[in-house]
C-alpha cells in the first residue's frame, strides 16, 4: 500500500496566483480530510469528505478556498487567489469508518509558500 | 469547552532513558484518545488509540500510554528511548465523529 498520496511535495507561488494541491487517498477508503499546520495555530481540519460527499467544510477559511472530491480516489484543494498568509503545510488524511476509531492516515504533506 | 494540552513544548532526553509525555484533555464526552508522531517533513503517523477497555494501551515502536480518566490525562511513554525516537508527538481527543482535537504538539530530542 503506497499510502497517501500528496503532490506537490513543496509549492511556492506568488500573491494572487492559483493553487492547487493534490491527494490520493489510500484505496479502500471512504472518507477524506484535509488539514492546516501552522505554528501560530497547529493543526486545522479544513474540509471532510465522506463517500466523496463534503460533509463538513466549517474549517475552510474562506471563499478562497475550495475542495472537491470527483471520485474515491482523487480530491483537489484550490486557493484562488493565494495569500501569504495562506502559506503553511497541508496535509490530506484518509480513514475507513468515517470516524476516529480507526485513526487517520496521513499523506507527507505539501509545503505552501506564498510570496 | 474542549481542549487539548500538551505542557511540554521541547523535551531532551539521552538515549537508553526513560520517556514520558504529558497530555490533558478536557472533554465533555467519553473522550477517544490518541497519540501521533511527525518526523521532520512528514505527516502524522498514528503510534496508538485509546477507546474503552484496558486503561494500559500498547502502540507501536515500543510505546505505551495510560489513560486516567481521574486526571484527565493520557500519558504517553517509552521505557529507552532511541535516537530515532526524536520528533514531535501529538495527542488528540475525538468523541467518535470525524473531528478531532490536536495539541500544540512535543517536540522531543535525543541526546546521543
Known amino acids: 500500500d503506497a499510502g497517501v498520496i500528496q503532490s506537490p511535495r513543496h509549492e511556492v507561488t506568488e500573491m494572487g496566483q492559483e493553487v492547487t494541491l493534490r491527494c490520493k487517498p489510500i484505496?479502500?477508503?471512504?472518507?477524506l480530510f484535509w488539514y492546516r499546520q501552522t505554528m501560530m495555530r497547529g493543526l486545522e481540519l479544513l474540509i471532510y469528505f465522506n463517500n466523496n460527499v463534503p460533509i463538513d467544510d466549517s474549517g475552510m477559511p474562506e471563499d478562497r478556498f475550495s475542495a472537491k472530491m470527483p471520485n474515491a480516489s482523487f480530491s483537489t484543494l484550490k486557493i484562488q487567489p493565494s495569500e501569504p498568509r495562506d502559506s503553511a503545510v497541508y496535509f490530506c488524511?484518509?480513514?475507513?469508518?468515517?470516524?476516529?476509531?480507526?485513526?487517520?492516515?496521513f499523506g507527507s504533506g505539501t509545503r505552501l509558500t506564498v510570496v | 469547552a474542549q481542549s487539548v494540552t500538551q505542557p511540554d513544548i521541547h523535551i531532551t532526553v539521552s538515549e537508553g532513558a526513560s520517556l514520558e509525555l504529558r497530555c490533558n484533555y478536557s472533554y465533555g464526552a467519553t473522550p477517544y484518545l490518541f497519540w501521533y508522531v511527525q518526523s521532520p517533513g512528514q505527516g502524522l503517523q498514528l503510534l496508538l488509540k485509546y477507546f474503552s477497555g484496558d486503561t494500559l494501551v500498547q502502540g507501536i515502536k515500543g510505546f505505551e500510554a495510560e489513560f486516567k480518566r481521574s486526571q484527565s490525562s493520557f500519558n504517553l511513554r517509552k521505557p529507552s528511548v532511541h535516537w530515532s525516537d526524536a520528533a514531535e508527538y501529538f495527542c488528540?481527543?475525538?468523541?467518535?465523529?470525524?473531528?478531532?482535537?490536536f495539541g500544540t504538539g512535543t517536540r522531543l530530542k535525543v541526546l546521543a
Open positions: 488528540a481527543v475525538g468523541s467518535g465523529t470525524y473531528k478531532y482535537i
Open positions: 484505496s479502500g477508503h471512504n472518507s
Open positions: 488524511a484518509s480513514s475507513l469508518a468515517g470516524g476516529p476509531e480507526g485513526g487517520y492516515t
